[in-house]
């Protein structure tokens, strides 16, 4: 069962998508399109209405467009080809509307507006749409139909009258996005100036390699003028034209001028172009313009994915060096806190023994001997002798020096912790920092172009957006759990070591206490069999050190260091996180890398075509 839903969706995907083609031009441009629209690369809803709409020109009319400075008779011109005054001419204000000339049986015309509709009516309320002075539902463009032979095959585009300043508006008209070739128009008065050469540079791209330059109103010269302008202008233009011709749209007009006109030249241009080739290198051009478009999205999102690897590069290196730092730097503190501990030991060890004193004693022991019995003998001798409740109180009620000493020791050692905690922290905060960064400049990444994909930069953004979830909460919690360790190891310390004085004294002189009072009781008992014991200095800190468990915490902080473990588990932790963030980021440039493969080698299958 699930086999044959396998093979249905196999099935469906190669209708889809591996269509095959014929060798034609056409056939090849539509297998490269089917590509391009593979699911993967995500591609707009414009850019797949382009490139239906670049293949569907394949079977139309080439669009050739006039352009000329305003009153350059580019109206004259068409209404000759029209055979019709249809478009108004001489110097009247006009707003402009994009005017496309279409084949038709008869002459009428075709008002596209603003809101989708459209009109068909007669070709005289043309006036009306172009002049400024009649409110009109806004037209968005004119479509003129006429019974000439020259737009079976060619649909011609009146173009705004270029001005000198304006150099580079052309090309962003959209309407002129689909020309095939210009027919440039030059008053022959000042053909050839520096500002038109520049405006045709500007416009290039509008060009292609049919276009042609046409010189008008020749009738203003005589022959030899004719000549010298028309070679000057060759000079000029011939590196961006096909051909360089002068006419006369005012002797065209009458009949026994027109073979004068050199109108017919225009005219067998239109015939002699090769519409199979312009159409052909049009598309090329386009589909490579689409790809560049593709590629450069693409290449501007690897560009994003290097940067958050590159970040944390930084972040890795960072931590590197500052492990290094901060291992010394525990191992220093390690050494600290034990020196501390030991010379609170000797604090206190040095203040017990000052109250180990001598007191006079004595004790009763029955005389040995015919007739003493019963008679008990007096023995004076000197005693070692501690008061453990005296010396507690003196030490720490009646005097307090030493508890201020050692409350001030117990607070740097929280302190020492707290700069401890702050230092793992500092590393995650650059991180933090570094990331918020990114999603503030990509979280509302927006296209440039509107042929670029939605889908792939809402992504994106959606990617950014997340990027602290992604890429800091691994990172904050490596860094919680081991600050809690530190706290943990911390209250032990505290609890067990530098808050235990009190209680430490306390069962040291207790402790040396009693063992006096038993070599008392042994020394009373056989005084030369026992000796009275005297707490030797170096016994009650070896005592102190106990109770106050710092071989215990000897161990703990030199022999198998907690904190250094603490450290060196936190920055692996980091290292593993910071590989996987890699490896994450690495899948997603993966994406790219087949989108961009798919891309590139589309471009060269284009490049051979
Ligand atoms: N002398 C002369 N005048 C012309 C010629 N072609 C057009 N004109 C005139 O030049 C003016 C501007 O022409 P028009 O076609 O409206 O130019 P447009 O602004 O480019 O559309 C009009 O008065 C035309 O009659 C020509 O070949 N010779
Ligand atoms: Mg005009």
Redesign the pocket.
């Known amino acids: 069962m699930q086999i044959k839903i396998l093979n249905d969706f196999i099935n469906a995907y190669n209708n889809a998508f591996e269509v095959k083609f014929d060798e034609s031009f056409k056939g090849q441009i539509n297998a490269l399109c089917k590509r391009l629209k593979e699911p993967f690369m995500h591609l707009s809803k414009a850019m797949t209405d382009e490139l239906d709409e670049l293949l569907f020109s394949l079977d139309k009319n080439v669009n050739i467009a ?1 352009i ?12 000759l080809l029209l055979k019709k005054e249809c ?6 204000p006009v707003t402009f509307k994009p005017t496309f000339l279409h084949f038709g049986k008869d002459y009428f015309l075709r008002i596209k507006f603003k809101d989708g509709s459209d009109k068909v009516t007669d070709i005289s309320e043309l006036a009306s749409y172009t002049d400024q002075r009649q409110s009109n539902k806004e037209a968005t463009s004119l479509h003129i139909y006429a019974p000439a032979t020259i737009l079976q095959e060619i649909t011609l585009v ?1 173009t705004p ?1 270029l001005n000198a300043n304006d150099t580079d508006t052309l090309t962003t008209m959209k309407e002129l996005s689909n020309t095939h070739a210009v027919v440039w ?1 030059s008053l ?1 008065d000042n053909a050839g100036k520096k500002s038109e050469e520049d405006a045709i540079k500007a416009n290039l791209e509008l060009l292609g390699g049919q276009s042609i330059c046409v010189l ?5 010269l005589n022959e030899s003028e004719l000549n010298n302008v028309l070679n000057y202008a060759k000079g000029v233009f011939n590196q961006y034209f096909k051909e360089v011709i002068a ?6 007009k009458e009949e026994k001028s027109y073979e004068k ?1 050199n109108f017919p030249l225009l005219l067998k241009y239109f015939e002699n172009l090769d519409k199979k080739s312009l159409k052909e290198n049009f598309t090329k051009r386009k589909m490579l313009y689409y790809t560049q478009i593709l590629e450069n999205e693409t290449r501007l999102f690897e560009e994003v994915f290097t940067r958050l690897q590159n970040e944390f590069k930084d972040f890795e290196s960072y931590l590197k060096e500052y492990f290094k730092n901060l291992l010394e730097r525990v191992e220093i503190l390690s050494h600290q806190l034990l020196d501390k501990l030991k010379s609170i030991s000797e604090r206190i060890s040095t203040e017990i023994f000052s109250y180990v004193k001598e007191k006079d004693a004595h004790f009763y022991k029955e005389a040995k001997g015919f007739l003493k019995n019963g008679l008990f003998i007096k023995y004076d001798y000197k005693s070692p002798y501690i008061s453990s409740d005296d010396a507690f109180l003196a030490m720490f009620y009646n005097s307090d020096i030493m508890s201020k000493e050692f409350k001030k020791t117990k607070n740097e050692l929280g302190i020492s912790f707290e700069n401890l905690k702050s230092d793992l922290r500092q590393g995650f905060e650059k991180l933090h920092k570094d990331i918020l960064l990114f999603k503030a400049r990509f979280s509302n990444l927006q296209k440039d172009n509107f042929l670029q994909s939605e889908i792939n930069f809402s992504e994106l953004r959606a990617f950014a957006n997340a990027s602290d979830e992604y890429f800091l909460k691994d990172f904050e919690k490596a860094l919680f759990k081991h600050c809690l360790e530190i706290d943990i190891f911390f209250e032990k310390l505290n609890l067990k070591a530098f808050a235990n004085y009190e209680n430490a004294t306390k069962l040291s002189l207790s402790f040396f206490s009693r063992k006096i009072n038993e070599s008392r009781a042994f020394y009373e008992l056989d005084s030369t069999q026992f000796s009275l014991f005297y707490p030797k200095k170096s016994e009650i800190y070896e005592r102190v050190l106990t109770e106050l468990n710092v071989y215990e915490f000897e161990a703990l902080l030199i022999s198998k260091p907690v904190i250094t473990k603490i450290i060196k588990s936190f920055f692996n932790e980091n290292f593993d996180i910071i590989s996987q963030k890699n490896s994450f980021i690495d899948e997603k440039k993966s994406e790219l890398n087949k989108r961009l493969s798919l891309i590139l080698s589309i471009k060269k299958d284009l490049e051979n075509l």
Do not use: H, R, Y
Not at 216 to 220: F, L, P, S, V
């Open positions: 006039i000329g400075q305003f009153s350059s008779g580019k109206s004259s011109l068409l209404n478009l108004p001419t001489g110097v009247i009146d009258g128009l022959i008008n109103q020749k009738d203003k006419i006369s749209c005012k002797e065209a006109s």
